[in-house]
């Protein structure tokens, strides 16, 4: 994930800028990639490749943070949203076998919608 779309996936998310700003966007990817492939972050290319360098258990331990599957109903879970509808997109892009490309403009507004959604039928 490029780092434009990770800072992306935190618009209006005011409580989590220290994360935006001091997190690794690679854990946002391990998150992804383990979605799409539906595998455990672990066999996740990016961890392997840190595996000689010592990075790898620290990569795996920051993303349980979002990979949580009970991370409340705070900014963290809406952040966990972002990341969940970002790699539905990416997986539809690969099985339909079109570019790798992922609007993080289509999934902040989807999300922030549903957020909202709750709030407005309650009025």
């Known amino acids: 994930m490029s780092a434009t ?6 618009e209006e998310l005011s409580g989590l800028i220290c994360m935006r700003n001091r ?3 690679r854990i946002a990817s391990i998150i992804v990639w ?12 990016i961890v392997k490749k840190e595996r000689g360098r010592g990075d790898a258990r620290l990569l795996t331990s920051r993303t349980s943070a979002l990979h949580e ?3 409340g109903r705070g900014e963290r879970f809406r952040l ?3 990341l969940s509808l970002y790699a539905i997109q990416l997986a539809a892009a690969c099985d ?3 570019p790798l490309c992922v609007s993080v403009r289509t999934i902040v507004d989807e999300e922030t919608r549903s957020h ?3 709030h407005l039928r309650s009025s």
């Not at 779309?5 to 935190?10: E, M, N, P, Q, V």
């Open 96 to 98: 339909e076998n079109r």
């Open 116 to 118: 909202r959604a709750p």
């Open 69 to 71: 599957t009970d991370i």
């Open 5 to 10: 779309h990770w800072s992306r996936l935190f």
């Open 23 to 25: 997190a690794d966007p």
């Open 34 to 45: 383990s979605d799409v492939t539906r595998a455990e972050a672990p066999q996740c290319p």
């Open 80 to 82: 966990r949203q972002r």
